[in-house]
């Protein structure tokens, strides 16, 4: 069964930065097409970036050129690098994998959630 735990969320001023991690267990993270979702209070669940098995990565474009997702294989690991940090970026964040080669952009195409991590950014 495949697991995947999220940290590094926290309280940041704006113009902040932050790394978010997802540690996968249960299938080797290579394996999976990974991406992270966020969601605000009283919104849907929205797309941040993903990383296919392929190596492309897709972002929400309201994050291109902020934020950077990443790979560690060697330690199983899922990496979110934001940088420039607004308050429109205050969400729970979700770390999702799916077995498909591409990285979708919709929730419903993800079959592995973990439980999320909460990022604050104050002005």
């Known amino acids: 069964q495949v697991q995947l735990v999220e940290s590094g969320g926290g309280l940041v001023q704006a113009g902040g930065s932050l790394r978010l991690s997802c540690v996968v267990s249960g299938r080797t993270s290579s394996s999976i097409t990974m991406g992270w979702f966020r969601q605000a209070p009283g919104k849907d669940r929205e797309f941040v970036a993903a990383?296919?098995?392929?190596?492309?990565?897709t972002y929400l474009d309201s994050v291109k050129g902020r934020f950077t997702i990443s790979r560690d294989s060697a330690k199983n690991t899922l990496y979110l690098q934001m940088n420039e940090l607004n308050p429109e970026d205050t969400a729970l964040y979700y770390c999702?994998?799916?077995?498909?080669?591409?990285?979708?952009?919709?929730?419903?195409?993800?079959?592995?959630w973990g439980q999320g991590t909460q990022v604050t950014v104050s002005s």
């Open positions: 990383s296919s098995r392929v190596g492309d990565r």
């Open positions: 999702a994998g799916r077995t498909g080669y591409q990285g979708r952009t919709g929730a419903s195409d993800y079959d592995y």
